[in-house]
């Protein structure tokens, strides 16, 4: 069964740069998996950030970004703030009306 | 604005079966844009898509509960449902419905990711 991976956990600065990757167990993620990111806080339920690669939802600021670097998907924050501070989920379309979560990366700022 | 709401008992018993529905408001579930899923997450761990369905019944999902999972729609209800059975302490989780916006069932540059979540609710399965 494919496997996506992420960091279990980064740390940043206020105002830093940090980039989080979703890779593949098996493989390289590609624009054709149509990597999406979420964000969620404790209790929460998720929010959608990126989609499609690199296209942000309505509302996102822009200090996130998504890309492809390498053979993994990226969500890049920018100036990072401590609201910030959160899991952050990937998710990779594997075909046939199936998706499959990242197991997520617990950002820390401070 | 669409909203999605899940409902069904909070606590489950071993070897049951847990019930969960879906209900849409806001918007159709008929639309052919759209798959309506399930996603868990055990307490302190990640999210897990469990499955999803067409509006026109068609199912997905995880290969790994493959095996105890049934889902469902009801256009007439504007409604979807997750049905697990054969439940254990590790089915205990939040589960949350969502909807995933396609384009036609298809994914496009555009339209391939989960764009509405329920506010999800805690199943417990304890005897």
């Known amino acids: 069964q494919t496997v996506v991976t992420q960091e279990p956990s980064f740390s940043v600065s206020p105002g830093g740069t940090v980039t989080l990757t979703c890779g593949l167990s098996s493989g390289s993620v590609s624009t054709s998996y149509y990597p999406s990111w979420y964000q969620q806080t404790p209790g929460q339920a998720p929010r959608t950030l990126i989609y499609s690669t690199n296209t942000r939802s309505s509302g996102v600021p822009d200090r996130f970004s998504g890309s492809i670097l390498g053979n993994k998907a990226a969500l890049t924050i920018t100036g990072a703030q401590a609201d910030d501070e959160s899991d952050y989920y990937c998710?990779?379309?594997?075909?046939?009306?199936?998706?499959?979560f990242g197991g997520g990366t617990k950002l820390t700022v401070l | 604005q669409l909203q999605l709401q899940e409902s069904g008992p909070g606590l489950v018993k071993p070897s049951e079966t847990l019930s969960l529905t879906c209900t849409v408001s806001?918007?159709?579930?008929?639309?052919?844009?759209?798959?309506w899923g399930w996603i868990r997450q055990p307490p302190g761990k990640g999210l897990d898509w469990i499955g999803s369905?067409?509006?026109?019944?068609?199912?997905y999902y995880n290969p790994s509960l493959k095996s105890r999972v049934t889902i469902s729609v009801d256009t007439s209800k504007n409604q979807f449902s997750l049905k697990l059975s054969s439940v254990t302490a590790a089915d205990t989780a939040v589960y949350y419905c969502a909807r995933h916006l396609t384009q036609g069932g298809y994914c496009s540059d555009t339209n391939c990711y989960i764009d509405y979540w329920g506010q999800g609710t805690l199943v417990t399965v304890s005897s």
């Open positions: 369905v067409y509006y026109s019944g068609s199912t």
């Open positions: 998710v990779l379309y594997m075909g046939s009306g199936k998706w499959v």
């Open positions: 806001g918007g159709s579930i008929s639309s052919n844009n759209y798959y």
